[in-house]
Every structure is written in structure tokens, then in C-alpha cells.
């Protein structure tokens, strides 16, 4: 059965900190993809990026970066400079199989950014 | 910038009363989903829909709810006879394919008293 994993309930920085948010995950499957969304105060789910399991290149769109290490299941997330904008809850996200038929969440991380 | 639309943002309703919740997904989307999210918990997957059928569900999706595709835009969920346990935030999402971004709609609340 798929597993995600956020150990981090809560994380506060002060604004233009660098922040990582962790995400580990479990599966029996050799074909996944792994997301992450932004919940912002509004409560919609915004959708960040999507990695599949083949590609474990880090990626970086912006003050963004994901950092995907098979070797440790783990697909964390860095906002660099962070901005009060970025308060949000994080989610991260798997699916197996290849497809995203069913995404599987973690728990969420609640990032707060101070000015 | 086509998006998910989802009606009504908040409901409120006596436990025992059925509920719809409906959902316009993107326009050439093939691949549907309900999502519901307790109240400061994780997003939990309840069903998928392709092709006019349920192609997926959770152990939450039981005999109480239902869903429907009746005109070729919405995408609703029907819940039977709401529970307590039912209120949470809805989401509707749908993808062009399988395999990969979900696009989700701003969420229905619902509230069972």
C-alpha cells in the first residue's frame, strides 16, 4: 500500500529564509509519480509539480526546488527567499502505477512566513 | 485559464437530508475525481470516473454516495442520507489523462448538523 509521509506539522521562517519541506513516501511500485499542491488560506489546492519515478533529476521553477532521491524515498521541497505569499498548507502527494487515478496525500505541512 | 468549478461553495444541512455537490470540469478533461478533506486533516481520495463509470473508489465511498456524469458537463456527487461524520470540504478534480496533473476546483463545504 502507498504511504506519504510529512513529519513536519508546522514550520515558521521569517521572510526571505530559506525553507525545506520534507516528504517521505512508501511503494511496492517501480512506476509512481509524486506531486506537490499549495493550499493557500482560501483553501484551494494548487498544483506544484509532478515528478515521475524515472526522473530523478532536482528541478527548479523559480524561488522553487524539489529534490527527489529514490535511494531514500524522499521528494522534498525548498522555497528559497521565502515571501509572505507563500503561507500555505503543503501537500505532498503519490500515485502508483502510472497513473494518477488515485493520489494518495500526506498529512500537509503549514508553513508561516513572517514579515 | 480554463478551470474546475464547483457549486455550491458552502452548504449547510440536517443530518439524514441528501446533498449533491456538482462540478464542471475542464471542458476537454476525460478523467474525473471527488476528494474530500476533514477539516484540518489530509486530502483523502474518494472515487475516479472515466468513460461514464467508476473507475476507482475508496473504502469511503460507500453505498451512501454516488456520482454522476448526466449531461456531459457536470460531474456531480450525490450523498444519500448525510452523516455528522460527513462534513468536510469537497474537492472535484479532473485531468486530460491519467497520468498525471490534477486540476482541482476550489472545494465545496459541507455542513451537516
Known amino acids: 500500500a502507498q504511504k506519504v509521509t510529512q513529519a513536519q506539522t508546522e514550520i515558521s521562517v521569517v521572510e526571505k529564509e530559506d525553507v525545506t519541506l520534507d516528504c517521505v513516501y512508501e511503494?511496492?511500485?517501480?512506476?509512481?509519480?509524486l506531486f506537490w499542491y499549495k493550499q493557500p488560506p482560501s483553501g484551494e489546492l494548487v498544483f506544484l509539480i509532478r515528478?515521475?519515478?524515472?526522473?530523478?533529476q532536482n528541478e527548479i521553477s523559480g524561488r522553487y526546488s524539489w529534490n527527489f532521491q529514490k535511494s531514500t524515498s524522499s521528494f522534498n521541497f525548498t522555497i528559497t527567499a521565502s515571501q509572505v505569499v507563500d503561507s500555505a498548507v503543503y501537500f505532498c502527494?503519490?500515485?502508483?502505477?502510472?497513473?494518477?487515478?488515485?493520489?494518495?496525500f500526506g498529512s500537509g505541512t503549514q508553513l508561516t512566513v513572517l514579515p | 485559464e480554463p478551470e474546475v468549478t464547483q457549486t455550491p461553495s458552502h452548504q449547510v444541512t440536517q443530518m439524514g437530508q441528501e446533498v449533491i455537490l456538482r462540478c464542471v470540469p475542464i471542458s476537454n478533461h476525460l478523467y474525473f475525481y471527488w476528494y474530500r478533506q476533514i477539516l484540518g486533516q489530509k486530502v483523502e481520495f474518494l472515487v475516479s470516473f472515466y468513460n461514464n463509470e467508476i473507475s476507482e473508489k475508496s473504502e469511503i465511498f460507500d453505498d451512501q454516495f454516488s456520482v454522476e456524469r448526466p449531461d456531459g458537463s457536470n460531474f456531480t456527487l450525490k450523498i444519500r442520507s448525510t452523516k455528522l461524520e460527513d462534513s468536510a470540504m469537497y474537492f472535484c478534480?479532473?485531468?486530460?489523462?491519467?497520468?498525471?496533473?490534477?486540476?482541482f476546483g476550489e472545494g465545496s463545504r459541507l455542513t451537516v448538523l
Open positions: 511503494t511496492r511500485d517501480t512506476t509512481y509519480y
Open positions: 515528478r515521475n519515478s524515472f526522473d530523478e
Open positions: 478534480a479532473s485531468s486530460e489523462v491519467g497520468n498525471g496533473e490534477l486540476f
Open positions: 502527494a503519490l500515485s502508483e502505477s502510472g497513473s494518477a487515478r488515485q493520489l494518495t
